[in-house]
């Protein structure tokens, strides 16, 4: 059973803001949300991490309801070194395994 | 700061063979764990050590084992090789547990079997 669900494939345009939405009915308590971006060959690169209600970094945004059953990172004014998977991972949900779902790949055009 | 190290960059084995991996975490971070990469699978957790002791696994066969040296540098060792082990092999190492930490990875391993 998957524990968090993305979106597989999204398109965007430079300059635009990006919204990536993931969901995580079985968040735990203590669990934390992460996301990472990965380029191809490369290692995930880690881009923000948020418990509750907004956070902001250099980067990105990311939102998270006061159920935390979903989250969602906002990329504003991408580009296209921003054309990469996207993955959320979120703490470990009790059982101590680190679970990254398939990801989103975000393919961004000129 | 440098970041984390991994070696070799690339490999090729045949089948039936073993292969060991080193990975070498940011100073002062005492976790690493390991990540396969797969075109089809994605990227699946193998297992953690924190403090030389193996935290927790997923699910890959007794084949794959690592350990961690007291300098928190890990090895990751598999053996009798299968065609399916070609793969990205990603370690990460954080400050405290890799399920609530930011993750810090290397550039991985591309292991091929032939």
Known sequence: LAKTTQPISMDSYEGQEVNITCSHNNIATNDYITWYQQFPSQGPRFIIQGYKTKVTNEVASLFIPADRKS???SLPRVSLSDTAVYYCLVGDMGDDKIIFGKGTRLHILP | KAGVTQTP????????QQVTLSCSPISGHRSVSWYQQTPGQGLQFLFEYFSETQRNKGNFPGRFSGRQFSN???EM???TLELGDSALYLCASSRGSATNE?????????????
């Open chain 1, 71 to 73: 989250s969602t990172l």
């Open chain 2, 102 to 114: 930011k993750l810090f990875f290397g550039s991985g391993t591309q292991l091929s079997v032939l």
């Open chain 2, 72 to 74: 928190s540098r890990s």
């Open chain 2, 77 to 79: 060792n598999v053996s």
């Open chain 2, 9 to 16: 960059r690339y490999l090729i084995k045949t089948r039936g």
